[in-house]
């Protein structure tokens, strides 16, 4: 069986959480830059995609606004400065200007309750929560790419097999034309052998044809129109076996897509207390001189204002926030639940597909080989019918493809508990630290 060389180059900007999780995916670690620009690698898929991807690039958006929100959230209560006119343009003794009143003053706000630091604190929370969300949707979007090139790279060891498989049909069938022109076979058996190389040789043009697709489908997913590489390069059979599940669910309940909300939870308690900073009254104080035209004179004019009542009017927005609180922790509680029920499915899907190919490696394929040399060597010395190697051919294919499958089934299911935990399932086996 051939494996694949996994090679690797930086990815600029790739958290290397992330870039060591994909990698570990098809399993080797970080080693020689790409040489050959034809093939594309996992790293490369995934560093493009999170390059391109207009889903990541709206966060950048999203950042850029709550710059906006903080310096607002940061500003001082604003100064006025007002000027009014009193008893003028009216009737009898106000009939003129001569007993008007004029006032120039400034007024602003005093605020109370630490209002300033509470809009601040609300600002950095909805940053921690846009951060979370930025990192979920990286590690989706990693997943999404990963199972598409698990997938890629299994039609592409299923088109190598076909075309071995091709190979081994034209050999059939010079040994039965040789055999026939001797009379130690019949003629039928040229016309089967034949039949079944031209069979063959169809079902290696679909695969071909499934692999173009797929690797056009791999193109769209970076966002190009058309690809740039006619292969993947990876190791279709890197799978590892996982720790057993109650550790795989505790990594998965600090993943990406769980602190989200976390994150959400420390963007509600500092709304919560920002709201909860609006029971206490500013203070609205005003100052300024006033000037009495008919008398000439002027005067200091001073005031303040205090709301009455505003804790009381209050409640029904803290009792909003308090419930949009509380609710965070019982999403949080339904994801987990899910979450467990998706992780559990995955790690015996992956158990059993790791088992699978492991037997099919290690026992079920070289019996088959060995199956199929043995057959035709008895078919050349006419002691098995062309029916038993052909059997034996079909067997062997068959294991093969099974062996791709199951490989592919463990890959797929290692890429998902790796997507759901956040964390790579090499590095944890192993101890090491992300």
């Avoid at 958006?61 to 500003?75: K, S």
């Avoid at 051919?393 to 499958?405: A, E, P």
Wanted: aromatic share 6%.
């Amino acid at each position: 069986m051939r494996y694949y060389k996994f090679l690797w180059r930086p990815c600029r900007g790739l958290p290397a959480k992330l870039l060591v999780l994909c990698l570990s995916v098809l399993g080797l670690p970080p080693g020689t830059a790409q040489a050959d620009m034809s093939t594309l690698t996992l790293v490369d898929a995934v560093a493009r995609s999170l390059k391109q991807n207009p889903s990541l690039e709206v966060f950048s958006m999203r950042l850029q606004g709550l710059d906006g929100q903080r310096l607002a959230a940061d500003q001082n209560p604003a100064l006025e400065l007002g000027f009014e006119a009193e008893n003028v343009l009216g009737s009898g003794n106000y009939r003129n200007l001569d007993g008007a009143e004029y006032t120039l003053s400034l007024s602003s706000v005093i605020e109370l309750g630490d209002k300033r630091t509470a809009r601040n604190q609300a600002v950095s929370g909805r940053y921690g929560l846009v951060d979370a969300e930025r990192r979920a949707e990286a590690l989706s979007l990693i997943g999404d790419i990963t199972r598409t090139f698990i997938s890629t790279l299994a039609l592409q060891e299923k088109q190598r097999l076909a075309k071995e498989a091709v190979n081994l049909a034209k050999d059939t069938l010079d040994i039965v034309t040789q055999r026939a022109e001797r009379g130690a076979t019949p003629q039928a058996e040229v016309l089967r052998a034949r039949a079944q190389m031209k069979e063959i040789s169809l079902d290696q043009e679909r695969l071909q044809a499934a692999l173009d697709s797929s690797l056009m489908a791999m193109a769209a997913l970076l966002g190009m129109e058309s690809t740039d590489f006619n292969r993947l390069s990876g190791d279709l059979f890197a799978f590892t076996a996982p720790a057993n599940f109650s550790a795989l669910f505790e990594r998965a309940s600090n993943s990406p897509d769980i602190q989200v909300f976390a994150s959400e939870q420390r963007m509600r308690d500092a709304e919560l207390a920002l709201v909860r900073s609006q029971s206490r009254s500013d203070l609205r104080w005003q100052i300024g001189a006033r000037y009495f035209e008919e008398s000439g004179d002027s005067a200091l004019v001073a005031g303040v204002s205090v709301p009455l009542f505003s804790d009381s009017r209050n409640q029904g927005r803290i009792q909003a926030a308090q419930a949009a609180r509380e609710a965070v922790s019982l999403r949080r509680d339904g994801a987990l639940l899910k979450l467990r029920a998706r992780l559990y499915e995955a790690y015996q899907l992956h158990v059993q597909a790791v088992d699978a190919a492991t037997t099919m490696q290690s026992e079920v394929i070289p019996d088959l080989e060995r199956a199929l040399g043995l057959t035709r060597d008895a078919y050349e010395q006419g002691r098995y019918s062309y029916i038993e190697w052909q059997s034996a051919q079909r067997d062997l294919l068959t294991g093969q493809r099974n062996l791709v499958d199951a490989a592919t089934r463990a890959l797929l299911n290692q890429a998902l508990i790796e997507q759901l935990t956040g964390e790579s399932l090499v590095s944890s086996a192993t101890g090491s630290s992300l």
